[in-house]
């Protein structure tokens, strides 16, 4: 053997590695109780807060280009960034709709950003686990075994491979050798005009474009008119249209409206139509004693997407799609590039899991599920999410009982919309008076909730996906809600 190059002891050989691994060691343990103390506390502070300017010049700061002291670098991010938090991890945050995270899903993060596995594929312990939680997921819904599926980084994805395995299916031509240009009669896709707005840009992104998406008329629940969109469907055939695919809600945005899941089944089975369904919301009501009828049918879907940055508390970002048709599912994303062909043995004997989206290189999202599914049971997140349903109704119920204020929706899981009266005010104003109570309450750092329109009225929006939610949270936030009422009044 020919000898080691040598190396000039002038050029040392580099590494990111610490040059002193106890110091690392005793910052990481610092940083680790910070973090204990930061959710433990989480209570304690305002839901947000303001940035001060020279925050906000913090974040201005050139591109580094010589090193500083890690625990510096630290204390800058717990100064600059942890204090200024969105807020969703409180128990009074309710805006949007999204999960509040949990401990062990973060301790599960840190490990698999230690482990550093790209799941692209090979023969590995992530790449299983991140299957694993696929088939668990399933288990949840109630999808057969031998269906499909991939985590993503969330819902808005999970729906968009849902709706490529749709077209490519019903398209009637290889649509990946040929493009969307090819198919011969224009496809059409149907939801409600709850429907989500990702489903318009996973229109726009398949070649299909946003009037492929047939609005249907919701009913006074907010559901899909059945009725509506037989007709509709009718009316493209005879237009000349391929009516592809329906979109159902198991729980829609703005209202948390659960569309009638197993008529939509019975429609989509007549009509020979592609069934999907967004979960993002609801799905995993499925795995709720005391709801988890509400969701009866999510089981049918062809393709279904779901969030567990959302009911599951994951840390962002989680989200997974599943595909009845596993051969459906694969033939819509798998192409084999003669450098990543598959071995009989070693590292590269394993599933190829790029098969089963857009990604190449895919982080280990799976662990930070696995580990808080492990440590808790699908039990107590099932209670959990019985648990925010019933804290929205009681909230409902307060609203109800206040003369100021106003239900403006039916609440049918956990979102609440409503509004208050302001003492008769209508329009323009209206709205102005409970925007300013909605900011109020952000600016006081109180609680977090969001605005929508629903049937053309405006109104404040509660959507509880919150494990540290309690009912003397919503008790205060009616409390605090009268109080700027009259404030804003006088
Ligand atoms: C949140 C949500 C989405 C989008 O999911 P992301 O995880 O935010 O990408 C889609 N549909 C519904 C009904 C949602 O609530």
Known sequence: MDAMPQTSSATAEETLDPLDWADMQALSHRIVD???????DVRDRPVWREMPGEVRAFFDAPLPRSPAPIAEIYGDVARNVMAYPMGNIHPRFWSWYMGSSNFTGALGDFLAAIQGS???????AAGLMDSQVVDWCKQM?????????????????????????ARNTKAGIDVREHGV?????????????QTHFCHRKAMEVLGLGNRALRRIPSDAAMRIDIAALRAAIAEDRKAGFKPACVIGNAGTVNTGAIDDLQALARLAADEDLWFHVDGCIGALIAIAPENASLVAGVEQADSLALDPHKWLHAPFEAGCALVRDAEAHRGAFAVIPEYLESTSRGLASGKWLHDYGLQTSRGFRALKVWMALKEHGIEKFGRLIDQNIAQARYLASLVEAEPALELMAPVSINIVCFRHRANGLSGERLKAFNT???????????????DTTVHDQHCLRVAIANHRTQYKDLDLLVAEILRLG?????
Not at 34 to 40: E, F
Not at 187 to 192: A, I, T
Not at 436 to 449: C, D, H, K, N, Y
Not at 486 to 490: C, H, I, K, P
């Open 436 to 450: 300013e109570i909605m900011l109020r309450l952000q600016e006081e750092g109180i609680a977090a909730l969001s």
């Open 34 to 40: 910070d973090a204990v103390g930061y959710l433990r």
């Open 118 to 124: 790209n799941l692209g594929g090979g023969n590995h």
């Open 486 to 490: 009259t404030e804003l009044a006088a």
């Open 141 to 165: 819904v109630g999808f057969p075994a031998s269906a499909s599926g991939t985590l993503v980084s969330g819902g808005s994805m999970a729906n968009i491979i849902g709706l490529t395995v």
């Open 181 to 193: 240009g090819a198919i011969a009669q224009p496809l059409r896709f149907y939801g409600s005009d």
